[in-house]
């Protein structure tokens, strides 16, 4: 687990997940994460895998889920809620979709911030049961959340897509990139995308169109367990 965290040995969930209760999911996780607040969003209380738990220690291959994304807060999605909480014009009044939520916080900061709806979708059934517990830590209502690959099908009628430490794989980012452009051409959609500069992204033809919005300095923790990577990041995709 701790190469998994520390690496960040990116790969996208496969299709092949267990079935499992919520409340067997939500007992697991309240059971291997500790609640933290220590980010860039300390208003934001989250439950996450860190050094504190017994599981970021043990091979991988012990932990009975998917690679838990949703279990580290990226330093992308950090910088997006960040952005969020301090500019809540940008939601305020707007459907807002959180593509590849893990955690959830870019969501819960958009629901915090006036939005008047939020989706929050992944594809990892287990990110959905850590979604649900984390609006609870927020005192959030449970917010909608869908684990449909819409990548897959035309995008729809958003006001605003966030996106946080999605171009993560050349594939991805390049599927992205046309997906957005499309929702973008077609609904007008505003994209913000949270990203510290991963390689696949600073590399990606979509840097031709994007506006830096904000740009953060992680907190000591955060660099620590990101190797070291000292700042954060929100653009706005205008092509
Ligand atoms: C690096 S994590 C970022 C999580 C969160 N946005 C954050 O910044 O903390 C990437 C997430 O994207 C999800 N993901 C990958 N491909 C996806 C797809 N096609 N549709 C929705 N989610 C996807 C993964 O399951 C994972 O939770």
């Known amino acids: 687990m701790l190469t998994l965290c520390r690496a960040l040995l990116l790969r996208a969930p496969s299709a092949g997940q267990r079935s499992y209760s919520a409340t067997s999911l939500k007992n697991f996780i309240v059971q291997h994460t500790e609640v933290v607040s220590e980010h860039l969003t300390p208003e934001l209380r989250l439950h996450l895998l860190t050094p504190r738990c017994k599981h ?127 929702c973008i051409a077609k609904h007008k959609t505003q994209v913000l995308i949270g990203d510290p500069g991963r390689f696949q992204f600073v590399s990606h033809p979509i840097q031709k169109q994007l506006k830096k919005m904000a740009e953060y300095s992680l907190p000591e923790r955060v660099q620590q367990e990101n190797y070291g990577l000292s700042t954060t990041a929100v653009w706005c995709y205008e092509p």
Not at 64 to 71: C, N, Q
Request: net charge negative; aromatic share 12%.
């Open 56 to 182: 970021w220690y043990l091979p991988s291959d012990l932990w009975p889920y998917e690679d838990p994304y949703w279990a580290i807060y990226w330093p992308g999605g950090q910088a997006l809620a960040r952005y969020i909480l301090d500019n809540p014009d940008v939601v305020r009044m707007r459907r807002v979709l959180d593509l590849g939520c893990g955690c959830g916080a870019a969501g819960i900061a958009a629901e915090m911030s006036g939005a008047s709806y939020v989706l929050a979708n992944d594809i990892d059934p287990v990110a959905g049961a850590a979604f649900s517990l984390n609006c609870q830590l927020n005192n959030l209502k449970p917010l909608a959340f869908s684990t449909e690959n819409i990548l897959a099908r035309e995008g729809e009628n958003w006001n605003l897509i966030v996106l946080g430490d999605m171009f993560y794989d050349e594939k991805l980012a390049d599927h992205l990139h046309l997906w957005l452009r499309h």
